[in-house]
Nanobody
Framework: AQLVQSGGGLVQPGGSLRLSCAAS????????MGWYRQAPGKERELVAR???????VYGDSVKGRFTISRVNAGNTLYLQMNSLKPEDTAVYYCRLRSDTGVYWGQGTQVAVSS
């Protein structure tokens, strides 16, 4: 499977961005898709994850501000990010977990600054 991300960029505090992740290739039995992020000097952390059944889980720091969704038979993943804060600055990665393994997108930079 290949994951291609788009979106991201520079935004002012309080602004919004939407990230997209398109999955292609041989994908069987997707278990979950999600977004992770890694800030400089920090470990990669969960932002949000959604299962094949539609259940979603969010990191504590983004609850109420970010929304994860899947469309196109589950092969396209979105992350709507609202009320962005400087501490949301990081490289964001799309992740897919299936019966054949775990796959990552190429990463996209999100910077929140005035």
């Amino acid at each position: 499977a290949q994951l291609v991300q788009s979106g991201g960029g520079l935004v002012q505090p309080g602004g919004s961005l939407r990230l997209s992740c398109a999955a292609s290739g041989s994908i069987l039995s997707i278990n979950s898709m999600g977004w992770y992020r890694q800030a400089p000097g920090k470990e990669r952390e969960l932002v949000a994850r959604i299962t094949s059944g539609g259940d979603s889980v969010y990191g504590d720091s983004v609850k109420g501000r970010f929304t994860i969704s899947r469309v196109n038979a589950g092969n396209t993943l979105y992350l709507q990010m609202n009320s962005l804060k400087p501490e949301d600055t990081a490289v964001y990665y799309c992740r897919l977990r299936s019966d054949t393994g775990v796959y990552w997108g190429q990463g996209t930079q999100v910077a929140v600054s005035s």
